[in-house]
């Protein structure tokens, strides 16, 4: 790609940036993560050249959606693991809280 042809798609890609943005929001939900999406897509349309005869709005639709999409699914899969450690972390609390409470009535009996 030659320096002409770049500022060129440069330009074109800036003129749907608002509509990348809103596409994302669509799906997401969420203006931080819009943002980050769509941020995401125009780093990918200039990163990889799209097919020949390929219509750049359908492009970048498709491109958005899946980075949408996996967002989502990335960020339910940290939030189960995180869940996991918490509810395993609550288990660990509880262990110690009954050693605490065995260590209070040993000293009891001995008192």
Known sequence: MDGKKSI??????MQHA?????LAYANL???ALAEDVSQEVLLKALAEPRRTGQVLKAWLAAVTFNTAKNEIRGNSRRWARELKVAQRNRGVQQIEQLDIMQTHRELTYVV
């Open 29 to 31: 939900r969420d203006y």
């Open 8 to 13: 060129t798609d440069l330009e074109e890609l």
């Open 18 to 22: 608002s509509w990348i943005r809103n």
